[in-house]
Nanobody
Framework: QVQLAESGGGLVQTGGSLKLSCAAS????????MGWFRQAPGKEREFVAG????????WFGDSVRDRFTVSRDNAKNTVYLQMNNLKPEDTAVYYC?????????????WGQGTQVTVSS
């Protein structure tokens, strides 16, 4: 079982930066593919970024590419989402997720989310 806990959300002005953290419990954290998603009010959950188990590959949603970066520290069981040049449309609850199989479309574990608000 993997438990995920996001932190680092808050209020930031347009053009500012935030760094989100996702702390994971579980000894096999380094074998999981990790992802970040977000959901704004009235919208479906949107993929933000993904990170292969050892950080060997990353990928991003079109709306955040070139502005966000993702990384992981397996020693600390933590995944990070660095958000730069934030825009009001980035306002959402951000969720950390994990899946055991990179080939699967099913994300097995989810955090409770952390709210990011970007003011104009």
């Amino acid at each position: 079982q993997v438990q995920l806990a996001e932190s680092g959300g808050g209020l930031v002005q347009t053009g500012g930066s935030l760094k989100l953290s996702c702390a994971a419990s579980g000894r096999n954290f380094n074998y999981y593919t990790m992802g970040w998603f977000r959901q704004a009010p009235g919208k479906e959950r949107e993929f933000v970024a993904g990170l292969l188990r050892a950080g060997s590959a990353t990928w991003f949603g079109d709306s955040v590419r070139d502005r966000f970066t993702v990384s992981r520290d397996n020693a600390k069981n933590t995944v990070y989402l660095q958000m730069n040049n934030l825009k009001p449309e980035d306002t959402a609850v951000y969720y950390c997720a994990a899946k055991a199989s990179r080939a699967s479309d099913i994300w097995n574990y989810w955090g409770q989310g952390t709210q990011v608000t970007v003011s104009s």
